[in-house]
């Protein structure tokens, strides 16, 4: 299994980004899969969730600026992010259960899969 993850990189407050995870060796239908992430010193956090039957769920503080989604077709997970601010900015990481309609939870500890995360910085 692997999830390679793309779309990170350096924007202004305010602006967007679209990072994007895509699955090899794992089938993103019928599975839930997670964005964390983790700023320097801090601990990893989740951001959003989609479960086995495609319902998100969002970290309190981020509902309404960021969206997650999934293209099965393409066996990718997506997390668009608006109106970003400096205190968005961390390694984020894509996360897959390895069992078939397991619950999509907030808990890191919940995941086996991970991909190598890709760098988010927000400039003020």
């Known amino acids: 299994v692997r999830l390679v993850e793309s779309g990170g990189g350096s924007v202004q407050a305010g602006g967007s980004l679209r990072l994007s995870c895509a699955a090899s060796?794992?089938?993103?239908?019928?599975?839930?899969l997670a964005w964390f992430r983790q700023a320097p010193g801090e601990e990893r956090e989740a951001v959003a969730t989609?479960?086995?039957?495609?319902?998100?769920a969002y970290a309190d503080s981020l509902k309404g600026r960021f969206t997650i989604s999934k293209d099965n077709y393409r066996n990718t997970l997506y997390l668009q992010m608006n109106s970003l601010k400096p205190e968005d900015t961390a390694m984020y990481y894509c996360?897959?259960?390895?069992?078939?309609?397991?619950?999509?939870?907030?808990?890191?500890?919940?995941?086996?899969?991970w991909g190598q995360g890709t760098q988010v910085t927000v400039s003020s």
């Open positions: 996360a897959a259960r390895d069992r078939k309609w397991a619950t999509a939870t907030m808990n890191f500890g919940d995941y086996e899969y």
């Open positions: 989609i479960d086995a039957y495609d319902r998100p």
């Open positions: 060796g794992y089938t993103v239908i019928n599975y839930s």
